[in-house]
C-alpha cells in the first residue's frame, strides 16, 4: 500500500482554522482514525514521535490518518482552552472529514492530553475504537470510558504513575495495557507501542 502525499489542511473550526495533517491510504479505505497530540503548551504538537507512531499503525491499517494541531500551535488558530474548546475543535474536524470521505468507521487516539480530549470526543461520536496512550488522569478530569477502550501506559511514566492510571481504571473493570521498562514518551519502545495498538485494535 503506497500512502498519498501528505496533506495539510485548514479547516474551519470555533475559533478559527485548526492546521490538520492526513494521509489517505486511497482505494478500499477502511476508517478514520483521529490521533490527538499532547499538552500544547508544554511542546506537544502533531508532530510527536508517538502521535506520528500512532498515525502510521492506523495506516498501515488502511485508515485514513488524521491528525491536527491544538489552538495555538502551528497554523492552528486560538489559544489553550484545558480540553474544551479542543474537544469541540475535534468535533467540528470530525464532521469536516465525514462530510469528505463518508460514514468510516471511527477510530479516537489520544496521548496524554490528547487523550484526555478523545475521551471527551468519545462521549459525543461514540466510536467503536477508542485508544489511550499515557491518559493524563489526575491532570486533568479523564472521563469513564467504554470497556472496549485500549489504555497503554508506561511502566516507569514519572509525568501520569501508573498508579493513578489503575485507580482510574479499577472502578470501570477497564483493563490498562502496561509496557514495562518505559517512561511517560515510551523512548526506545515506540514499535512495541506500535505492535500493541496493531495487534488489540485492528482499524
Do not use: Y
Request: aromatic share 6%; hydrophobic share 45%; glycine share 10%.
Amino acid at each position: 500500500m503506497k500512502p498519498s502525499a501528505e496533506e495539510r489542511l485548514l479547516l474551519p473550526g470555533p475559533a478559527g482554522n485548526l492546521e490538520v495533517v492526513l494521509n489517505d491510504p486511497g482505494g478500499e479505505r477502511r476508517g478514520l482514525a483521529l490521533i490527538a497530540h499532547p499538552h500544547p503548551l508544554h511542546g506537544g504538537s502533531l508532530d510527536n514521535k508517538v502521535v506520528q507512531t500512532l498515525a502510521k499503525t492506523f495506516f498501515r491499517q488502511g485508515c485514513v490518518a488524521v491528525r491536527m494541531n491544538f489552538r495555538g500551535v502551528g497554523a492552528s488558530d486560538g489559544v489553550f482552552d484545558a480540553g474544551r474548546g479542543e474537544t469541540r475543535d475535534w468535533l467540528a474536524v470530525a464532521q469536516a472529514l465525514r462530510d469528505r470521505f463518508g460514514d468510516l468507521p471511527l477510530s479516537l487516539a489520544g496521548f496524554s492530553f490528547g487523550a484526555f480530549v478523545q475521551a471527551q470526543v468519545a462521549q459525543e461520536l461514540r466510536p467503536p475504537r477508542l485508544v489511550l496512550v499515557a491518559p493524563a488522569v489526575g491532570r486533568f478530569p479523564v472521563p469513564a470510558v467504554p470497556e472496549h477502550t485500549l489504555v497503554v501506559h508506561g511502566e516507569q511514566d514519572d509525568v501520569v504513575p501508573l498508579a493513578e492510571v489503575l485507580d482510574w481504571a479499577r472502578p470501570q473493570s477497564l483493563a490498562v495495557v502496561v509496557l514495562p521498562g518505559t517512561g511517560h514518551f515510551f523512548h526506545g519502545k515506540l514499535v512495541e507501542l506500535a505492535g500493541i495498538v496493531q495487534r488489540s485494535c485492528p482499524c
